[in-house]
């Protein structure tokens, strides 16, 4: 199939775009160009790069003419963030390719009333970005289900692999807690630290959309979490690291407004904007009609990335050797 992945050389497409190819389909890239892929792979050299701003190609109404005009059979949509940009896209596409694939988050849930939250939760999002993520999946799930554009929509949580600082222990992207947790300095946790978080490798992440493509009978007009099989507190998880340089966590639990106050306006808001959440979501459902099997755990996710940012000196370890 001619596949156009719209945002294809981000965390995701790094290990999309690799699994697109070696499945025969024949792949155009959309992104700016500003930045190289994440990960470097032969198969870019077997794919067809488009330089375009989905921003302003949408401000200015041709977007979806240019993606219509590329003539795919499957649309991947990564970096579509308000339902008047997915309805261009589905009005640009209407009855003009197969399958439209869109990449929402596990934040389309709000504080949940059961865990691990499954898709069919009553949908309590807050925030610009996973409430209109939510209206996104209202719009194209209404649209599949209506016979107008068959469309699937797949939720990943926090993903976490080689190449970027992800989300740590104390729920923000501040390096300094790994330091401390790998030099036995001692960590300040929000509460109990034990509220969750749910992180996901992009290769599990891309193993769901190439799954999705190949099941579309029984994925479309469904959106599925993507996520590892279990979330992790922020006190397990910062144990579970320490152990990682054979030590035990020093920790102490602070209520949330002093750890606000005791960090950097940025990441405190990082941290809320994740605590608040306190993802935790199930993957049954894309393990039952997708053959979902996710390959890492959350904290084999959070490895990898940990020792990449190792690996390229973004870290101050010390002497202390990562023993994983
Ligand atoms: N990060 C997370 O933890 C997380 C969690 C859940 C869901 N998600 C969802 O994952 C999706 C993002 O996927 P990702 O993390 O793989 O992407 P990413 O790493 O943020 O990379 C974004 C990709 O899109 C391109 N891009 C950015 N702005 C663009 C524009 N205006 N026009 C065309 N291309 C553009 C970038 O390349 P250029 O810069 O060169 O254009 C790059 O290829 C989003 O829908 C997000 O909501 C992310």
Same mark, same amino acid.
């Given at each position: 199939?001619?596949?156009v992945?719209? /945002?294809a050389?981000?965390?995701?497409?790094?290990?999309?775009?690799?699994?697109l =190819?070696?499945?025969k389909h024949?792949?155009?890239a959309?992104?700016? /160009?500003?930045?190289?892929?994440?990960?470097?792979?032969?198969?870019?050299?077997e794919?067809t790069r488009? *330089?375009?701003?989905?921003?302003?190609?949408d401000?200015?109404?041709? $977007?979806?003419?240019? =993606?219509?005009?590329?003539h795919p059979?499957?649309? @991947?949509?990564?970096?579509?963030?308000?339902?008047?940009?997915?309805?261009?896209?589905v009005?640009g596409?209407r009855?003009? @390719?197969?399958?439209?694939?869109?990449?929402?988050?596990?934040? =389309?849930? *709000?504080?949940?009333?059961?865990v691990p939250v499954?898709e069919?939760?009553?949908?309590?999002?807050?925030?610009?970005?996973g409430?209109? +993520?939510a209206? @996104?999946?209202?719009?194209?799930?209404r649209?599949?289900?209506?016979?107008?554009?068959?469309?699937?929509?797949?939720?990943?949580?926090?993903?976490?692999?080689p190449?970027w600082?992800?989300?740590?222990?104390?729920?923000?992207?501040?390096?300094? =807690?790994?330091?401390?947790l790998?030099?036995?300095?001692?960590v300040?946790?929000p509460?109990?630290?034990?509220e969750?978080?749910?992180?996901v490798?992009?290769?599990?992440?891309?193993?769901? $959309?190439?799954?999705?493509?190949?099941r579309?009978n029984v994925?479309?007009?469904?959106s $599925?979490h993507?996520?590892?099989d279990?979330?992790?507190?922020?006190?397990?998880?910062?144990?579970?690291?320490?152990?990682? $340089?054979?030590?035990d966590?020093?920790l102490r639990f602070?209520?949330?407004?002093?750890?606000?106050r005791?960090? +950097?306006?940025?990441?405190?808001?990082?941290?809320?904007e994740?605590?608040?959440?306190s993802?935790?979501?199930?993957?049954? +459902?894309?393990?039952?009609?997708?053959?979902?099997v996710?390959?890492?755990?959350?904290?084999?996710a959070v490895?990898?990335?940990?020792?990449?940012?190792?690996?390229?000196?973004?870290?101050?370890?010390?002497?202390?050797?990562?023993?994983?």
């Open positions: 199939m001619r596949v992945v719209i /945002g050389t981000g965390h995701v497409g790094g290990y999309l775009i690799p699994r =190819v070696a499945a024949e792949v155009i959309i992104s700016r /160009g500003q930045h190289a892929p994440y990960r470097n792979h032969p198969a870019w050299h794919v488009v *330089g375009a701003d989905r921003d302003a190609e401000a200015a109404g041709t $977007f979806a003419g240019r =993606v219509a005009d590329l059979d499957v649309v @991947i949509d990564m970096v579509c963030f308000t339902p008047e940009s997915a309805q261009q896209l009005d596409l009855n003009r @390719i197969q399958l439209l694939l869109h990449c929402g988050t596990i934040w =389309v849930h *709000g504080p949940a009333v059961e499954t069919d939760a009553l949908r309590r999002p807050f925030g610009e970005y409430v209109g +993520k209206a @996104i999946e209202e719009l194209l799930l649209e599949a289900r209506s016979s107008g554009m068959r469309s699937v929509v797949l939720h990943p949580g926090h993903i976490s692999g190449g600082p992800v989300i740590s222990p104390v729920g923000n992207l501040d390096l300094d =807690v790994w330091t401390r790998a030099t036995g300095q001692t300040t946790l509460n109990f630290g034990l969750t978080l749910h992180h490798h992009p290769d599990d992440v891309a193993q769901a $959309f190439e799954l999705a493509l190949r579309q994925a479309v007009g469904e $599925f993507v996520v590892s279990r979330a992790i507190t922020l006190r397990g998880f910062a144990e579970s690291v320490a152990g990682w $340089f054979g030590r966590a020093d602070v209520p949330f407004e002093e750890f606000r005791l960090t +950097k306006q940025e990441d405190a808001e990082a941290t809320w994740h605590i608040s959440r993802s935790n979501a199930s993957n049954d +459902k894309a393990r039952r009609l997708l053959g979902y996710p390959r890492y755990t959350s904290l084999q490895a990898e990335a940990v020792q990449w940012l190792n690996r390229n000196g973004e870290l101050d370890l010390g002497s202390n050797e990562l023993a994983i």
